[in-house]
T-cell receptor, first 114, second 110 residues
Framework: DSGVTQTPKHLITATGQRVTLRCSPRSGDLSVYWYQQSLDQGLQFLIQ???????AKGNILERFSAQQFPDLHSELNLSSLELGDSALYFC?????????????FGPGTRLTVL | EDQVTQSPEALRLQEGESSSLNCSYTVSGLRGLFWYRQDPGKGPEFLFTLYSAGEEKEKERLKATLTKKESFLHITAPKPEDSATYLCAVQAYSGYALNFGKGTSLLVTP
């Protein structure tokens, strides 16, 4: 158990809908990262927050957004969902903003868009 | 652009048969190279961080090494419970994200 929690574990929804994925980092970690894992693309970095502020952006679509709250939990919002958004979404956390410091991953949310 | 290539894509070993997994990388200034283990449907589990060429780290049957262009994950006398996908990732000085390879799927049979 990494200490990173994610909810829900599974999410099934329809195209065009909006969903919210939630992540709680390990105790003491200030940085939260979101990654998407699909069969063809592997693990892809989406976005990073540090202590409530956005720090880095990867290949995140404009339909996706995230935020980190004062209690350090983070939410990833996915809207206007398409079939291709079906994937595993992982949250990771680390102590600091940069590195090198290890990122610890949560169990993931499996999103299925029908 | 940073790139991480892992080989082989899949590897099947008999229990006790040692082998190595390769991770080749190009990065504009390496901050760190990371190895993770991932079981099906689970989140990646951190194994090692390597910072500079020549560095080695060990954990049970696993040993990771680093050169300026590649890293190896050596598995000595593997057991069936070592079956998993092993992921390599690099972190560059220019950013905070981990850039992952596509992984090596390892199957160890009794």
């Amino acid at each position: 158990d990494s200490g990173v929690t994610q909810t829900p574990k599974h999410l099934i929804t329809a195209t065009g809908q909006r969903v919210t994925l939630r992540c709680s980092p390990r105790s003491g970690d200030l940085s939260v990262y979101w990654y998407q894992q699909s069969l063809d693309q592997g693990l892809q970095f989406l976005i990073q927050y540090y202590n409530g502020e956005e720090r880095a952006k990867g290949n995140i679509l404009e339909r996706f957004s995230a935020q980190q709250f004062p209690d350090l939990h983070s939410e990833l919002n996915l809207s206007s969902l398409e079939l291709g958004d079906s994937a595993l979404y992982f949250c990771a956390s680390s102590v600091a903003a940069g590195g090198p410091n290890e990122q610890f991953f949560g169990p993931g949310t499996r999103l299925t868009v029908l | 652009e940073d790139q991480v290539t892992q080989s082989p894509e899949a590897l099947r070993l008999q229990e006790g048969e040692s082998s190595s997994l390769n991770c080749s990388y190009t990065v504009s200034g390496l901050r760190g190279l990371f190895w993770y283990r991932q079981d099906p449907g689970k989140g990646p589990e951190f194994l090692f961080t390597l910072y500079s060429a020549g560095e080695e780290k060990e954990k049970e049957r696993l040993k990771a090494t680093l050169t300026k262009k590649e890293s190896f994950l050596h598995i000595t006398a593997p057991k069936p419970e070592d079956s998993a996908t092993y992921l390599c990732a690099v972190q560059a000085y220019s950013g905070y994200a981990l850039n992952f390879g596509k992984g090596t799927s390892l199957l160890v049979t009794p």
